[in-house]
C-alpha cells in the first residue's frame, strides 16, 4: 500500500471540517433548505453501494465462510447502534443540568471524535485491501462528511462558541481520523484486514439505514421524493463505476 493515497484522502475529510463553517458564513439557506437533503440521498446511495458492490465482494474473496462474514457484519450494526446509544444516553442527562447547552456542545465534540475515529479506521482498512477500495470508501465518506460537519458548526455556534473557535474545534476533532487510521493499521498488525471489513460494512449500512435514509423521509413531495432517488443511484452508480 502506497502510505501517500492514505494521507490525501485523510487529509482531504479532516479540510470537509471547514465546509459546515463556509457554508454558514454564506448564511447559504439555499443549501441547508433544498439541496442538503439531496447531499444526504447522495450520501446514503455512496455507502450502501461501497458496501455492497466493493467491501463486500473483497471480504467474501478472502473469507469464503459467508455466515461467519455475515456475523461480523451484524457487529459492526451493533457496535455503531451502541456507539450513538451512549452518545444519545449523554445528551438526555446533560440537557437537565444547568449550562447544558455548553455540555452539549462538548459532547457533540467528543461524538464527532469518535465518528471521525471510525472514519479513519474505515479508510485505511479499505486501502489495504485495495487503492480502488480505499478510493470509493473515501468519496463515501466526504459524501456523509459534509451535511454532518455543516450540523456540527451549527450546535457549537448555538452552544455560545465564537464563530473562530468553533471553526478551530470542528477542524481539529476531524483530525481523530488520522488516530483512527493508526489504530487501523496497528489492528491489521495481528487481525487480517478482510476481518476488519465487514465490521466497516456493518457501520456504513447503520449510518445510511439509522441515520440518513429516515431523514428523507421527512421529505413527502412527490417532486422531492423523485430528486432524492435520483441523487440515491447516482452515489449508488458512481461508486460502482470506480
Keep these: 500500500m502506497n502510505p501517500l493515497y492514505p494521507i490525501i484522502s485523510l487529509s482531504a475529510i479532516s479540510l470537509i471540517s471547514l465546509v459546515g463553517g463556509l457554508i454558514i458564513f454564506l448564511k447559504s439557506k439555499v443549501f441547508k433548505k433544498k439541496l442538503q437533503i439531496y447531499l444526504i440521498s447522495f450520501s446514503a446511495g455512496t455507502l450502501l453501494a461501497v458496501s455492497f458492490t466493493n467491501l463486500l465482494p473483497e471480504t467474501i474473496e478472502k473469507v469464503p465462510n459467508y455466515s461467519f462474514v455475515g456475523l461480523l457484519v451484524i457487529t459492526g450494526i451493533l457496535l455503531s447502534f451502541i456507539i450513538e446509544k451512549i452518545i444519545y444516553w449523554r445528551h438526555c442527562h446533560l440537557l437537565i443540568d444547568k449550562g447544558h447547552k455548553h455540555k452539549f456542545a462538548y459532547l457533540n465534540i467528543f461524538g464527532d471524535l469518535l465518528h471521525n475515529f471510525i472514519d479513519g479506521i474505515s479508510i485505511i482498512a479499505a486501502y489495504q485491501a485495495n487503492p480502488l477500495t480505499g478510493l470509493s470508501t473515501t468519496l463515501a465518506v466526504a459524501s456523509h462528511e459534509i451535511p454532518q460537519e455543516i450540523a456540527d458548526f451549527g450546535i457549537l455556534l448555538y452552544s455560545g462558541f465564537s464563530y473562530k473557535k468553533a471553526l478551530i474545534y470542528n477542524f481539529l476533532t476531524s483530525l481523530s481520523a488520522f488516530a483512527g487510521a493508526g489504530v487501523g493499521l496497528m489492528f491489521s498488525s495481528f487481525l487480517p484486514i478482510e476481518y476488519l471489513l465487514p465490521i466497516v ?31 440515491f443511484f447516482a452515489g449508488a452508480i458512481i461508486i460502482y463505476l470506480i
Design 201 to 231: 460494512i456493518g457501520n456504513f449500512i447503520y449510518i445510511a439505514t439509522a441515520d440518513l435514509i429516515p431523514e428523507l423521509h421527512k421529505e413527502q413531495s412527490f417532486k422531492t421524493s423523485i430528486l432524492q432517488l435520483l441523487f
